[in-house]
């Protein structure tokens, strides 16, 4: 790969945003964002549908590329649509599909339609998904994709050394799992990922509080929270159920024994509402720790109750929200507006 510093970015407040969340982030105000989880359809309607609910409590919209190695609409495309209807996406870039030359194609092709924010992650193991035959690419893993990532937006060139005649304005990020073991390797992998170009990071699902707090004071202990923006993983636990699924079939998900006693112990009709809860306290817990810059919402098919969550937690209203109009938004609150008539 070509070579460049690996000095780590320290975060600085006189750069010009390169987008919306970049913006509230170097703001200062405490940052949300939340995943928009892809559909199984052709129809971009679906995407609109999901985008409007997230747009008005959300600083930035993740576009899922195939989580858990399942296939859904690509994130790429959910970006287009999202570009197009003004809204503010985080492109997730995979490494398990595609080689470096599809990837900074991608980038490039991303940039080009005004996405600004990437997230960098290696993926799951195509044993994770319903097609465990697949074959892995893996070509670059998280920390080589945010290198390329860097030197195509800095040193405007390809990995190759071919020039480009106009380089990617990319706000860069990365995924970290504090609750992965052995855990006093996390923050020294995080700061590997800021050195290879991350300024910002979204967790993985944050349970284990104690866990997440030794993390942080960590990331402390090295200085990262000075080197770029940390957002707490955090989402709603539907079901007793779904939380023993989470935790046994998602891959990097922990989910201590006291959450599932917790959930178990309402009644039935009551988890939602209990799972709800939960994650609106994580979320008042992570906002007081030094060096969270925000939350990163991740709540699979309940975009609903997103919305919910964030007002409840007092993270309204959002700073700095745009409305721009385009026909894809307009025909969608019509088509909001005929079902509710």
């Known amino acids: ?92 870039v995979s490494c398990r599909d595609r080689n470096r030359i599809a990837i900074q194609g991608d980038l490039l092709g991303a940039a080009a339609m005004g996405v600004r924010n990437v997230l960098c992650i290696t993926g ?30 800095d040193y405007g060139v390809y990995l190759s050394g071919r020039k480009l005649t106009v380089p990617p304005p990319l706000f860069l990020g990365a995924a970290e799992n504090p609750f992965a073991p ?20 979204q967790t993985q699902y944050c349970f284990d509080m104690a866990r997440f707090r030794t993390f942080m004071q960590q990331v402390r202990d090295l200085g990262l929270h000075d080197k770029c923006y940390i957002l707490a993983g955090v989402g709603p636990l539907r079901s007793v159920g779904a939380a023993e699924f989470m935790r046994s079939k998602v891959p990097g998900v922990y989910i201590p024994d006291e959450v599932i006693a917790r959930l178990k112990a309402a009644p039935k009709n009551k988890q939602r509402a209990e799972g709800k809860r939960i994650c609106v306290e994580i979320i008042q817990q992570v906002r007081e720790m030094a060096g969270v810059a925000g939350v990163h919402i991740m709540a699979y098919r309940q975009e609903e109750l997103v919305a919910e969550i964030v007002e409840e937690a007092g993270l309204l209203p959002r700073p700095f929200r745009v409305e721009v109009p385009h026909p894809a938004r307009e025909r969608h609150l019509h088509r909001s507006a005929e079902r509710t008539r």
């Open 1 to 92: 790969m070509t070579e460049s510093p690996s000095t780590p970015i320290a975060v600085d407040n006189d750069v010009t945003p390169r987008s919306r969340l970049e913006r509230v982030l170097r703001s200062g105000r405490f940052a949300v964002t939340a995943e928009l989880n892809p559909p199984d359809s052709a129809d971009p309607q679906e995407v609109y549908d999901s985008a409007l609910v997230l747009s008005s409590i959300c600083d930035g919209i993740n576009a899922v590329d195939a989580s858990g190695a399942n296939c859904h609409m690509s994130s790429v495309a959910i970006c287009a649509l999202l570009t197009r209807a003004g809204y503010e996406p985080v492109y997730q």
């Open 124 to 153: 799951d193991d195509v044993t994770a998904g319903d097609q465990p035959q697949a074959k892995r690419v893996f070509d670059l893993d998280s920390i080589q994709l945010l290198h390329t990532a860097r030197i195509m937006r």
């Open 182 to 201: 052995p855990f006093d390797w996390r923050a020294k992998r995080l700061a590997k990922k800021i050195a290879a170009g991350a300024e910002f990071i």
